[in-house]
């Protein structure tokens, strides 16, 4: 293993000397002065969106860096999380040649883009109280191990690691360790973002898409030191976060109340589902949720799901994941569709 961590060690030589694609509005920024705009070939007949969004989206980054506490040189936005997350692999990872680190069971997207990156994914197995392994971690490291994912609270076990296992990992690892806080608000655990001083080796990814509740229009957020964000941004597709998407998180983000109040809602809603789950003659076993979801051990998961299908509920079967045979996921609907949902559970 490398005695320290070293940014510049990790990063992939092409990325190193690469030099980025400088784009219309990279080389004049605007200062607010009323311009003639002629420099992008745009049409310049007014729409709305007849003209390249800012490809830093400095107006959104400003907002989210004051809300969550980090400055905007420590931030980078993509086209949801699956895209940040794709650029860590392609700044970090040499093809056919690095490997990264996953912990199943847990979130698909990362083993999936080790496979289209040519990224030998090495997996090494939660313990079965869901935490990770650290000591079987350390050992799977070795000179080419450049990243390891962390979910937590993790999909789609539901708990949060502990901070310990996490410190640790972030103390002895010399690759990147990525935390993937995409549940984190619906977490009583703090984020992790407060400790990206104290760690060069962290990133934290974030994302609208669960709390926020705009799955739609696809915006990540990815937080890590100043120097690990110039790498991504220079890798990153001009005008990866297009105008309706910044224009939408804005609006959504400057209104922290009324996400606030579908948080603690679905917080409500996930305590009356755990307690029906809890009475139900064929739950086994039910997880506690740090998370809009959660995790039920069943009798017989196939039955189940296809009973609930029959009455028009779709959950997920999450079977197929390791340490989780006959399991469902059910993500925390509506006051009226949970109700709904223990109504129909209860007659099964
Ligand atoms: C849902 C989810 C995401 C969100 O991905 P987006 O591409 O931002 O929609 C990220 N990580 C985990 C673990 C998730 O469950």
Known sequence: MKMKFNL?????????????????????????????????????????????????????????????????????????????LDLIYRAFCEPNQDNVITLPPTYGMYKVLAGINAVENREVMLTTDFEPDVPAILEAVDEQTKLVFICSPNNPTGNSFKKESIEKLLESFNGLVVIDEAYIDFSNQESWLNNLKKFPNLIVTQTLSKAYGLAGI?????????????????????????????????????????????????????????????????????????????????????????????KHVVVRNRSTQPLCENTLRFTVGTPTENKALIAILKQL
């Open 8 to 84: 510049n060690e990790i990063t992939r030589k092409s990325v190193a000397v690469l030099k980025p694609y400088s784009s219309a509005r990279d080389e004049y920024v605007s200062d607010g002065s009323t311009m003639i705009f002629l420099d992008a070939n745009e049409n310049p007949f007014d729409n709305g969106v007849n003209r390249y969004p800012d490809p830093y989206q400095r107006s959104l980054k400003a907002l989210l860096a004051k809300q969550k506490g980090v400055s905007e040189g420590n931030m980078l936005l993509g086209n949801g999380s699956d895209e940040v």
């Open 218 to 310: 696809r915006l990540g957020v990815c937080y890590a030191s100043e120097a690990i964000i110039s790498i991504l941004n220079k890798i990153k597709p001009p005008y990866n976060v297009n105008q309706l998407t910044q224009q939408k998180a804005l609006q959504r983000v400057l209104n922290e109340d009324a996400v606030q109040q579908e948080v603690v809602q679905i917080l409500e809603e996930r305590s009356n589902l755990e307690k029906a789950l809890q009475n139900l003659e064929f739950v086994e076993k039910l997880y506690p949720s740090d998370a809009n979801f959660v995790l039920a051990k069943v009798d017989n998961a196939d039955k189940r799901y296809q009973q609930l299908l029959d």
